[in-house]
């Protein structure tokens, strides 16, 4: 497969938003045919197909990746496009399309928009090195380890329908919820018990969730949110402190912003940019100014 002369390439997760994108494609496709001309609309097929498809985009010198789905398509073209120069886009079609809330892109015609200005922002990214099997991913929005991945794990088994599903998985899990030490190698956080933390580029997870109010693109650094342990009916009924942002300001966790992290304890589950990736021990570093976005 050539992408040669093709100045934007549109990857399209047909099975974004449980088939949503599939269906809205004919009318966003012709909404892309009426303001742009040299541009090529590929489909993936199978998981990372899309990091696949960036990667030889790229070779190819296309200038712009789209990535039309959700959060995990993202992170797909994303680890295809990281510490390179292509310009990368987002129309979000996906359940919860976090990152876009972030940077202000909520519908196709934001991103049409964006994409006709073409205006770029140097964001910073996380690598992170999955200790046991040295495998390396990058993610551009939220990583969460310990119950918010058990969360998403249910909630990519079942049925998509945006911030209720995650609510639903939050149910579905809460027996899951277990203490832990995430062993991470900071010295504010090192010695501290938890049942989930938050590693953060962005600010929202979870359909809309406030995971990191704080958190800034293209500051060089990562917020770290670790949750203080509490009962299983207490983290339900701080839930909506989670929704909101609130948490950290009613003292509910342990905060600091990193440049570098590791969480060294063994067998917790990963979740990054809303895909469960494996367990830790983990090593996390920034990658400032490791992606170049097209923004409104």
């Avoid at 002369?5 to 009318?27: Q, T, Y």
């Avoid at 680890?79 to 399309?97: D, F, H, Q, R, Y």
């Amino acid at each position: 497969m050539r992408f040669k002369d093709v100045s934007i390439l549109f990857l399209v997760n047909p099975a974004a938003g449980n088939g949503k994108a599939k269906r809205d494609w004919p009318e966003i496709s012709k909404m892309i045919g009426e303001h742009f001309t040299d541009y090529d609309i590929k489909f993936t097929e199978r998981p990372m197909h899309a990091t696949e498809l960036t990667r030889e985009a790229i070779r190819d010198g296309v200038e712009t990746v789209v990535s039309c789905g959700g959060d995990g398509t993202l992170n797909e073209v994303i680890n295809g496009a990281a510490e390179s120069n292509v310009k990368v886009g987002l129309i979000p079609l996906g359940t919860g399309s976090d990152f876009g809330k972030t940077i202000g892109i909520r519908t196709p015609e934001d991103s049409i928009k964006a994409l006709g200005e073409n205006r770029t922002v140097k964001m910073d990214i996380g690598r992170v090195t999955f200790n046991e099997s040295g495998e390396k991913r990058f993610f551009i929005n939220v990583l969460e380890i310990g119950f918010g991945a058990e969360v998403m794990s249910y909630v990519n088994s079942h049925a998509k329908h945006g911030n209720r599903t995650f609510v639903r998985g939050i149910f579905s899990t809460i027996w899951k919820l277990k203490k832990f030490r995430p062993g991470a190698e900071n010295d504010l956080l090192k010695d501290v018990e938890t049942t989930e933390a938050i590693v953060a580029n962005g600010r929202y997870f979870g359909g809309g969730m406030l995971a990191s109010p704080g958190s800034q693109v293209s500051d060089g650094l990562l917020d770290v949110h670790i949750l203080k342990p509490v009962s299983r009916i207490t983290t339900i009924l701080r839930l909506r402190t989670l929704v909101n942002g609130s948490y950290i300001e009613k003292g509910y966790s342990y905060d600091d912003k990193v440049k570098s992290i590791r969480f060294g304890e063994a067998g917790n589950l990963v979740e990054m940019d809303g895909e469960v990736v494996g367990r830790t021990p983990i090593d996390i570093s920034l990658v400032q100014q490791g992606c170049n976005f097209i923004v409104p």
